[in-house]
């Protein structure tokens, strides 16, 4: 496993900071920024446990170990998926292998994993890798999932992905967030990056967070928090500049596209790092709707930002192949 691969339990009642959560019935597997965390939800006395989201298929088998020790020796009975990008699903086919686990995606996902469409599942759009998987139920917007003693209700959160979940602990006030909230933001809104609009969508999830009594957030990327006031205001200030200036927010997207790929490859020599954004159809995209004035073709472009992350410090380029930092 690699630093930021950190088992947590979670006290809605401790204050924030690393290592300081606990409460009974519930792992936190924070992961590195290529796979989502990982939430065990641990059932009763014989019951089994249900893991929330598995991280990318790349970190499959780190997610394999974190998990074995995180269960104790107690079963794995389901494995449950916010949404279905790459980071939150990647691991399902490994699970399914080992555990023969049923898999439960959100409903409106339901079907384009049965049928395997990576252009509705976005994957061919995006240039992503994720195993194939099977699903064995779709959850629905205000089912409930019964783990033991709790009772997490799933609710609607679309913007960053339009048929996300988030699931809320009313009992202690925990809020499984997935990318819909986390500590400093929120993911990237990609439904506005193909000309859909989606940021009131993002409002909307962020005043229904605001509405519910919540005492501490799990989000799908970064530690547990309990300061949701603070959260949200920085996601709403977050918020109004990309609203302000879609570009910008394009530009940061693009900028993510390509970090993104290069952790999946891990390094990658720069014309294959080029060839990538010029077959990726999204990456495409995203240049002729909002950079055609910054550069003159989407090569140029993606030359162009990544000079910018190996100069802030986010990617590595040595002898002309580029590397993850």
């Given amino acids: 496993m690699h630093a930021g691969d950190t088992p947590r339990n979670l006290n809605p009642d401790a204050a924030a900071g ?29 019951e089994g446990a249900t893991l929330v989201d598995s991280g990318h298929c790349v970190h499959a088998a780190q997610t394999l170990a974190l998990l074995r020790h995180a269960l104790h020796g107690q079963a794995l009975v389901r494995v449950v998926n916010t949404h279905l990008h790459s980071d939150h699903c990647g691991g399902n086919a490994t699970l399914q292998r080992e555990f023969g686990v049923p898999v439960s995606v959100p409903a409106a996902s339901f079907a384009a994993v049965q049928a395997w469409d990576e252009d509705a599942l976005s994957y061919r759009n995006t240039g992503q890798r994720c195993d194939r998987f099977t699903a064995q139920a779709a959850l629905n917007p205000g089912e409930v999932l019964q783990v033991g003693a709790r009772r997490w209700q799933a609710l609607a959160a679309p ?24 500590e400093n933001g929120f993911g990237v809104v990609f439904p506005e990056l193909e000309g859909i609009a989606a940021f009131a969508d993002v409002a909307a999830v962020l005043d229904m967070i605001e509405r519910l009594p919540v005492r501490v957030v799990i989000p799908g990327h970064g530690a ?20 302000a200036d879609p570009a910008r927010h394009a530009r940061h ?43 003159s073709t989407a090569s140029a472009w993606c030359e162009q930002l990544t000079h910018e992350l190996v100069g802030s410090g986010a990617l590595r380029l040595l002898d002309d192949v580029v590397h993850d930092a």
């Avoid at 693009?254 to 159809?281: C, D, F, G, N």
């Fill in 224 to 243: 547990p928090f309990s300061d949701v006031s603070g959260a949200l205001r920085r996601a709403r200030t977050r918020l109004a500049g990309q609203r």
């Fill in 159 to 182: 913007g960053h992905d339009p048929e996300s979940l988030v699931l809320f602990d009313a009992q202690d006030g925990v809020l499984i967030s997935a990318d819909a909230l986390w």
């Fill in 253 to 295: 997207a693009a900028k993510v596209m390509i970090k993104y790929h290069v952790m999946e490859e891990r390094s990658q020599p720069w014309q294959a790092l080029i060839a990538w954004t010029v077959a990726t159809p999204l990456f495409d995209g995203v240049w002729q709707r909002f950079a055609q004035r910054d550069a």
């Fill in 18 to 46: 690393p290592g300081s959560f606990q409460l009974p019935g519930l792992t936190v597997l924070e992961r590195g920024w290529l796979s989502s965390n990982n939430i065990v939800l641990h059932g009763a006395p014989g």
